[in-house]
């Protein structure tokens, strides 16, 4: 190789080189400008920390029923016995509004797994709020819990309310407890056409601070979701996820429980009958 072929061959090795390392330098400084969350969201897309949500995007304005869909895909997010986590509702103040499992929709065991949530909730008088999710930690070790928050903001209604009741035991009026005598306390809230679903929707966030007071109390579980209600010939058809019956035995508790549904539900003039299911189960539920 003659000296004028050397020195061309030499002076494109050290433009690539120049290039190369611009390039790198170029790269660095915008890596260098990402936290250590917004690196790893850049380098795993669409991963966020391990849980996507679909719906509802941040900052949307959101209402009642509210479904929630997404997946998660590790990162400490992970599938454990059908379900993918927790769901909370909150307002700006972190009163709770709303809450539910994250039932898997796909294979639990095998990644990524789509979830989804259906939330109700009477809107509260804060417009902004949050969406707490909550990862699935069967170790019950603290170092394994993960968290996510998406804002949201709360559609505002018509301002109109109605006054439904809500059955609940109560140790005073009834201190041998009868099992299914239930008691009515009137709770006001957001006027409605789906008021059934509403009254039901209220019964299940359990009495107030100021009804437990009185001695109202309630043997529904925290984080039963209704998954569907229909009303045909005076028959209300009402379906829980499994929640409703989770560690729940005796008769007594049992029986509790179905009078504080019945009777909550047939307040209304155009329910004869309530008919309750699990998963669309009616034949082996609630046994005690």
Known sequence: MNNDKLKSFLAVILIVSLLLLIWIIVWAVIISNFSSEDKFEFFVKDNKKGITVVMPQSNSFISSPLKITGYVNGGGWIGF??????????????????????????????????????????????????????????????ENDREFRLPIKFSKGSGETMVVKLYFNNNNLDPEFSCNKVFPVERTIEKTEAVARAALVELLKGPAEQEKSQGFFTNINSGVGIQSLTIKDGVLSVDFNQQLEYQVGGSCRVAAIRAQITETLKQFPTVEEVVISIDGRTEDILQP
């Not at 969406?131 to 603290?142: A, D, H, I, K, Q």
């Open 81 to 142: 016995e059908g379900q993918t986590g927790t769901v909370t509702l909150i307002d700006e103040n972190n009163q709770e509004l709303a809450f539910s499992i994250l039932t898997a929709k796909t294979s639990w065991t095998n990644p990524p797994i789509n979830f989804e949530a259906v939330l109700e909730f009477n809107n509260p008088g804060p417009e902004n709020g949050f969406l707490v999710f909550r990862n699935e930690n069967p170790s019950g070790l603290s």
